[in-house]
């Protein structure tokens, strides 16, 4: 009876261990920034700025927030000399300096997302982007709709979306017949694949159109390689195409023809180019 005692102590203190209840998984999160500057001074100036963020955070397996933002800027100074006079020996030396803004893009997107099994999923989101050489201040949009995930193991991933959204532009030149307003309809390709143990390659596809007008179609495909180069630093080049079936307009001034000072007689509209393409290398730390 001496030795029960103890022995029955011990048996209720493993029981009391064995029965205590797990604590629930914590929601976890992630963080990775970018940064790329190169900047050129001397006879000719050029400054080049990039910045992105990818925050991501999960509450469980099912849901899951993603918020990506980033901005890529280029500017160049070029400086002429002009010389004016009677003779070789009696002139005015006129410096000019001309800045110019020639890359200035800047955007925000959302997006929440809820696994309805292993492979289908609803989601949710918005963004906005600015793009002034472009010929955009702003354009603000909202969708949802289903995705399918393809593959998605720990080497390969390849998902696509589908869904209806809204989109609000505002042009910096506005033409008389331009619509700021409409529905859209937005299919995604979503692919990301790794490269041995330390590489990955990553590329999104998307593509959206008017409801109302078939030929109103933007699309911008992002291509991405990133190495790493330890647990928290690593490089990327990336190269984005964006395709603009209809793009802005810019305004340009009519000069009066022998005219000294140049005498602005009014201004034209003329059409930007459909594509436009922005490399961009930079090195990448993770939270």
Not at 58 to 75: D, H, I, K, P, T
């Amino acid at each position: 009876m001496r030795h029960a005692l103890p022995c029955l102590f011990a048996t209720s203190c493993l029981f009391a261990q064995t029965a205590k209840p797990s604590e629930e998984p914590k929601p976890h999160w992630g963080d990775k920034a970018s940064f790329s500057l190169v900047a050129v001074g001397g006879n000719a100036e050029s400054q080049s700025f990039g910045f992105s963020n990818e925050y991501a955070y999960a509450w469980n397996e099912a849901s899951s927030l993603a918020f990506n933002a980033g901005a890529v800027r280029v500017s160049t100074r070029t400086i002429t000399y002009s010389a004016e006079g009677t003779t070789v020996t009696n002139f005015l030396l006129t410096k000019t300096e001309t800045s110019q803004v020639t890359t200035e893009d800047y955007f925000a997107n959302l997006r929440f997302a809820h696994n309805l099994s292993d492979r289908l999923l609803w989601f949710a989101g918005g963004g906005w982007e600015r793009n002034i050489p472009a010929g955009m201040d702003s354009r603000t949009m909202a969708n949802a709709g289903l995705g399918y995930w393809w593959a998605k193991n720990d080497r390969s991933k390849f998902r696509t979306d589908l869904g209806l959204g809204y989109t609000m532009e505002k042009p910096v030149l506005e033409m008389p017949d331009h619509q700021d307003r409409f529905g859209t309809w937005n299919a995604v390709l979503s692919y990301e694949q790794k490269i041995g143990d330390t590489s990955l390659f990553a590329s999104n596809l998307t593509f959206t159109d008017a409801l109302n007008e078939s030929q109103k179609y933007l699309a911008v495909w992002r291509n991405d390689l990133s190495t790493n180069l330890n647990k928290t630093l690593a490089l990327k080049v990336g190269y984005t195409m964006t395709y603009n079936n209809q793009p802005a307009f810019r305004a340009v001034d009519i000069l009066e023809t022998g005219s000294q000072p140049p005498v602005v007689l009014g201004q034209t509209a003329v059409v930007l180019k459909k594509l436009d393409t922005v490399f961009t290398a930079s090195l990448v730390i993770t939270f």
